[in-house]
């Protein structure tokens, strides 16, 4: 079993996902204005949620980092998804973020996508990460500038216009 290392920040946790993360994950999943920029848009059903969840966690195994679960520090309150990937057919490192409705616009995705670029620049080592960001997404890319991300290009990624922003350690 692979260790999933847990990050604190002032008002987050962000920790491996587990079952008793399943029921708000799902929830999470099947709402469409969560998944309408992820994959083919549409929302998951339990079953694909719990595939989803596996394939997240089994990411750390394959690739040495992943997706952790964020919650609020002082409740455990599930908030969302934030992490790194690189799966297969991926064009680099990527940082990405979901998070539940009801924690949306709080700076929440910043603060646990900032201690996840940490991570990958401080323990991974890696050279750059990027987000693959849908270019209807103007929230998306509202975080990634606020965490020193800058355009490098616009791509065809899973049928969608997609803006790549490039995040280096020196940001």
């Given amino acids: 079993m692979v260790e999933i290392p847990t990050l604190v920040t002032e008002r987050l946790r962000l920790c491996a996902l587990g079952d008793r993360h399943f029921e708000a994950y799902a929830a999470m999943l099947a709402d469409a204005s969560s998944t309408r920029f992820v994959g083919d848009g549409q929302p998951l059903d339990r079953m694909n949620a719990w595939r989803?969840?596996?394939?997240?966690?089994?990411?750390?195994?394959?690739?040495?980092?992943?997706?952790?679960?964020?919650?609020?520090?002082?409740?455990?309150?599930?908030?969302?998804?934030?992490?790194?990937?690189?799966?297969?057919?991926?064009?680099?490192?990527?940082?990405?973020?979901?998070?539940v409705p009801e924690h949306r616009r709080k700076g929440h995705a910043t603060e646990a996508a900032r201690a996840a670029l940490d991570f990958a620049f401080e323990q991974l080592h890696a050279p750059r990460a990027i987000s693959l960001i849908r270019a209807e997404n103007s929230a998306s890319e509202r975080v990634a500038r606020r965490l020193g991300g800058r355009q490098a290009t616009t791509i065809d990624f899973l049928g969608h216009a997609t803006l790549v922003y490039s995040y280096h350690p020196d940001r």
């Avoid at 195994?61 to 990937?85: D, I, K, N, Y």
Wanted: charged share 15%; with cysteine.
């Fill in 52 to 99: 989803s969840m596996a394939m997240l966690l089994g990411h750390w195994a394959l690739r040495g980092c992943g997706m952790w679960a964020v919650e609020l520090r002082h409740s455990g309150e599930f908030v969302g998804r934030v992490g790194l990937h690189y799966p297969e057919g991926w064009p680099d490192l990527e940082l990405g973020w979901m998070l």
